[in-house]
């Protein structure tokens, strides 16, 4: 029986006299949550002020089929109304005490003693009321059209059918006297909405398994509360790390474990849900439904016709009935299942002797297409056994062509097919071969070495020794291997395999894989021989591929850049940028990644966002390494412009705190991570960064990230001790040959930062090894900007050069960079007497590190102008709040006014140049910050 609606509270309620109608002038009306009505709720709040405005009635219609939650929403409506300073008048869903002719006739005597008070009322289920009860209704609302009254009238109807006759008719009486508005249809509530609906009713977010079963039901919000309340009662659901999920299962379908196209079980409960619903098909809808299952989602629908061996004009009205009933989706060029779930019990509704016939039937049908090698292969796999040559050959194949642009799919086919070949055989290496870079490009690693090294290790014991057919093969997985190993962040061991790859094919052509991966380890393990290796490869083009030089270049610009030569270092990648090809190729290792981290730190920063873009849509392309590798790059860029609450959320992506990453580049964003909590002045928390930082991933002289960490740690010493500790860590820099020159290059304001830390210490034999370095690196880049204002910079501070100073800071493109100048300008200005000028560069400093979010060292700028007598307002918090509107970051209050002005996770996404994984990343910890659960619910806060 529905819930009674109210608007007493439960002092007010007792001095009711009619027991069916209420009035309530200021309590408010307790209520539950409503989902995914936002767009009703803004539709009465319009018409809400357009009565308190004109004074006059105004008439709002609710049609709804049973469970769509109308009575909720009138009940939301009535809290709306109450809170605006309206009167509310509501009465309860009919029922064996509460008729409408009752109601109506409650309303009648009431309402013309409430005078001019701006007044709601609420009548629910009039599809029950009888002609004489409406006639009255229209009466009294046609009479009181004078006052300022917000009518809601609701109805029940069947899905597709009109209201009663006669309740049309009063309908349609009123709209000749006074403004009579329909309210907007209550669909299926979907997305956030849907999952919020489903956690109310489970006590915890929902896994994406469970909320995919309440979208195949979502007709009404209460069939999904009914399958919810069934799923409970057979126990197939559970509570796991605050997650709702479905209970595992018995074994099922052993394809499931392959990774190709197939959705998973479902219980019982749905299914017979889903298959009464089926019932209600026409037969050739139904059937039509069941062969496009075997075809999978998306399917053709030329494949469907043939399928059923019928003319395209046959599928018409088939078609169109699960179109209508949301059992089907069309897209511009084929059609897909609304749901994995529907089309799992679709699946399961063909017996398997008849699924595996129709499997192949599918196969050949589609084999003579463009791409029906890969769709055969996707089909075969599924029946494919010992000894079938021409099924086998097909699923190989299948899987070489998906390498690229489907890696997972690859991977299974390949690992599905091996289990159907002898070990050691030529076959079953080949499609090790495809498997393990599938594997990799799919960002499993750990999945691609061990079945590398499976592969290697049983063909050495079987095939010993090796017949040339397979020399070249088992060079290829090495060289495979070596790259998920280097990705995994071992260069070590990837530097192993490639050379032991390299070894294999001694004497013969060499895999472009096993020399890019061996050049690439043996730059970060510090082999000298790399770079002169490098060289050689540049030296003879002719002799290798464009993927080799690709590499060679890419790795030749990591010694330059360690050499001091920046300009050099970012042309040399450029080219490398320029000469890969990455449609013909696809490389693993893409030079971009590089580029990009040395334009952020030139400063060239649109530049830098460009490579970004272009690397993050071939990454798409391709399907290579997921979406942590953008996100990497992103938190590098974002740190050098000043942003950091994107970088620290970039970053947090780039670690793997929420999804898969790439250990190979996390020390950046680890690295990232401990920049922004230092700048923001968390120095607990910075030294935690670091710390994970050299537990889990250790760097030495040879890695990429070796001087930025050396950085770090004198920073934050010199933050939690003194300068005297910061010029302990620059001595020790200083005494090897080279190193400074790599450590001042990591932060356009790192060597003036240095120059101050020996200058309060009173090291000048540090500020001139400092100079030397920076002199040195200018004297190299002439026509790099920021090295040539780093140098400027740090010499200007050591002479105390004002003027110079001063030039250097409007040289520095680099936010921080210029902040900091501006702050040693003030100290020059200062100690030459020039007070007033010394604050103007104060203020302008401590401004810049206030927008910035450097809370630490605008503490510090205003503790000097506090020394000179002058204090400043704090314009920012010291530290930001652990939950309320003001403790969301930058990126989340994009996210959260994106979102509650209406825009879905993927419009959001695409205004935000992020991915709808990010925004949804963001959302989970803005609800979090905001105590909130629903997309309403933040509507109404920010509201």
């Known amino acids: 029986m529905r819930e009674k609606m109210h608007s007493c509270s439960r002092s007010a309620m007792a001095k009711c006299e009619n027991p069916v109608l209420n009035a309530v002038h200021t309590q408010p009306i307790s209520r539950g949550a409503v989902h995914g009505r936002e767009d009703q709720l803004a539709q009465t709040i319009t018409q809400l002020r357009a009565v308190a405005s004109s004074g006059r009635s105004t008439v709002l219609v609710l049609g709804a089929v049973p469970g769509a939650g109308k009575t909720r929403l009138l009940r939301e409506a009535a809290s709306l109304a109450e809170s605006d300073g309206f009167m509310v008048l509501s009465a309860a869903p009919a029922g064996p005490d509460t008729t409408p002719e009752a109601v109506i006739e409650a309303a009648r005597t009431r309402l013309p003693g409430a005078g001019s008070t701006r007044t709601t009322v609420v009548l629910d289920d009039l599809h029950l009321a009888g002609l004489p009860a409406l006639t009255t209704l229209n009466d009294l609302v046609v009479a009181l059209r004078g006052r300022p009254i917000l009518w809601l009238l609701a109805f029940t109807t069947e899905r597709d059918a009109p209201p009663p006759e006669h309740l049309r008719a009063s309908l349609g009486g009123l709209r000749a006297s006074l403004p009579v508005e329909h309210m907007r249809e209550l669909g299926p509530i979907e997305g956030d909405a849907l999952a919020q609906l489903v956690a109310d009713h489970t006590g915890a977010t929902p896994d994406p398994a469970l909320l995919a079963l309440a979208e195949s039901v979502n007709a009404t919000p209460r069939s999904v509360i009914e399958l919810i309340r069934g799923l409970a009662e057979d126990d197939d659901l559970c509570l796991i790390d605050g997650t709702t999920r479905l209970q595992p299962g018995p074994p099922g379908d052993p394809s499931a474990g392959w990774g190709v196209p197939v959705p998973t079980p479902v219980p019982k409960r749905f299914s017979a849900t889903v298959q009464q619903d089926l019932r209600t098909l026409s037969d050739p809808t139904l059937k039509a439904l069941r062969l496009a299952a075997v075809l999978g989602s998306p399917f053709a629908p030329e494949d469907l016709s043939a399928l059923l061996d019928e003319a395209p004009v046959g599928l018409l009205a088939a078609v169109d009935e699960a179109v209508d009933r949301g059992l089907l989706v069309c897209g511009e060029r084929d059609l897909a299942f609304r749901t994995e779930p529907i089309w799992r019990v679709l699946l399961d509704s063909v017996p398997p002797p008849v699924l595996a016939l129709l499997r192949r039937q599918a196969a050949k049908i589609v084999l003579p297409r463009p791409d029906g090698v890969e769709r055969a292969a996707l089909q075969l796999v599924h029946v494919a056994q010992p000894g079938n040559t021409d099924e086998l050959r097909i699923i190989a194949e299948g899987s070489r062509r998906l390498l690229l642009a489907d890696p997972s799919a690859a991977a299974s086919l390949a690992t599905r097919s091996m289990e159907f070949l002898d070990p050691g055989t030529a076959e079953r290496v080949r499609l090790a071969r495809t498997a393990v870079e599938a594997l990799t490009r799919a960002g499993r690693l750990d999945h691609a070495i061990a079945l590398a090294k499976d592969t290697v290790d049983e063909t050495a014991r079987l095939a010993a020794p090796l017949p040339p057919e397979l020399v070249e093969d088992v060079a290829a997985l090495r060289a495979s291997m070596s790259t998920a190993l280097l990705l995994l962040g071992d260069a070590r061991l990837a530097r192993r395999a490639a050379g032991d790859a390299l070894a294999?094919?001694?004497?013969?052509?060499?895999?472009?894989?096993?020399?890019?991966?061996?050049?690439?380890?043996?730059?970060?393990?510090?082999?000298?021989?790399?770079?002169?290796?490098?060289?050689?490869?540049?030296?003879?083009?002719?002799?290798?591929?464009?993927?080799?030089?690709?590499?060679?270049?890419?790795?030749?610009?990591?010694?330059?850049?360690?050499?001091?030569?920046?300009?050099?270092?970012?042309?040399?990648?450029?080219?490398?940028?320029?000469?890969?090809?990455?449609?013909?190729?696809?490389?693993?290792?893409?030079?971009?990644?590089?580029?990009?981290?040395?334009?952020?730190?030139?400063?060239?920063?649109?530049?830098?966002?460009?490579?970004?873009?272009?690397?993050?849509?071939?990454?798409?392309?391709?399907?290579?390494?997921?979406?942590?590798?953008?996100?990497?790059?992103r938190a590098q860029l974002n740190l050098a412009q000043g942003r950091l609450d994107e970088a620290e959320d970039d970053a947090k992506l780039g670690v793997g705190t929420d999804g898969p990453f790439v250990p190979m580049l996390a020390p950046q964003a680890w690295l990232v991570l401990a920049s922004v909590a230092l700048r923001r002045g968390a120095l607990a928390q910075a030294e935690e960064h670091i710390k994970t930082l050299e537990k889990d991933f250790p760097q030495h002289a040879s890695s990429p990230w070796w001087g930025a960490r050396l950085l770090l740690n004198a920073q934050l010493a010199e933050a939690q001790a003194d300068q005297h500790a910061a010029t302990e860590v620059l001595a020790e820099i200083g005494a090897q040959n080279g190193a400074l020159r790599e450590v001042v290059l990591e932060d356009p304001a790192a060597a003036a930062w240095w120059v101050r830390c020996a200058l309060a210490a009173e090291r000048p034999d540090l500020v001139s090894t400092v100079i030397e370095a920076t002199e040195h690196l200018r004297g190299r880049n002439q026509c790099v900007p920021s090295v040539v204002a780093m140098a400027m910079h740090a010499r200007a501070l050591a002479e105390g050069d004002a003027e110079a100073l001063d030039r250097a800071g409007r040289l520095h493109r680099n936010p921080w960079a210029q902040a900091t100048a501006a702050e040693d300008h003030a100290g020059l200005l200062l100690d030459r007497g020039e007070h007033e000028a010394a604050?103007?560069?104060?203020?302008?400093?401590?401004?810049?590190?206030?927008?910035?979010?450097?809370?630490?060292?605008?503490?510090?700028?205003?503790?000097?102008?506090?020394?000179?007598?002058?204090?400043?307002?704090?314009?920012?918090?010291?530290?930001?709040?652990?939950?309320?509107?003001?403790?969301?970051?930058?990126?989340?209050?994009?996210?959260a006014e994106l979102v509650a002005g209406g825009l879905t996770n993927q419009q959001a996404a695409r205004h935000l140049f992020i991915s709808p994984h990010t925004v949804g990343f963001h959302l989970r910890q803005i609800y979090r910050k905001l105590g909130i659960r629903s997309r309403t619910a933040l509507i109404r806060l920010r509201a």
């Open 504 to 633: 294999v094919q001694h004497g013969g052509p060499q895999h472009r894989e096993a020399v890019v991966a061996h050049l690439a380890a043996s730059y970060l393990t510090g082999d000298a021989s790399a770079a002169q290796r490098a060289r050689q490869i540049l030296g003879a083009p002719d002799r290798h591929t464009g993927a080799v030089q690709v590499g060679a270049m890419t790795f030749h610009a990591f010694g330059q850049w360690r050499a001091g030569d920046v300009g050099e270092a970012v042309a040399t990648l450029r080219r490398a940028v320029a000469l890969d090809r990455a449609d013909d190729e696809a490389p693993i290792l893409d030079p971009r990644w590089f580029l990009t981290f040395t334009l952020a730190r030139t400063d060239e920063y649109e530049q830098a966002a460009a490579v970004i873009r272009s690397s993050a849509a071939i990454a798409s392309k391709h399907g290579t390494l997921t979406t942590a590798v953008p996100a990497v790059l």
């Open 839 to 895: 604050i103007g560069e104060f203020d302008r400093a401590m401004s810049a590190f206030g927008a910035l979010g450097g809370e630490r060292d605008a503490a510090r700028v205003r503790a000097r102008l506090r020394a000179l007598g002058v204090r400043r307002r704090h314009w920012t918090h010291a530290k930001r709040p652990v939950s309320g509107w003001e403790s969301l970051t930058k990126t989340e209050r994009k996210v």
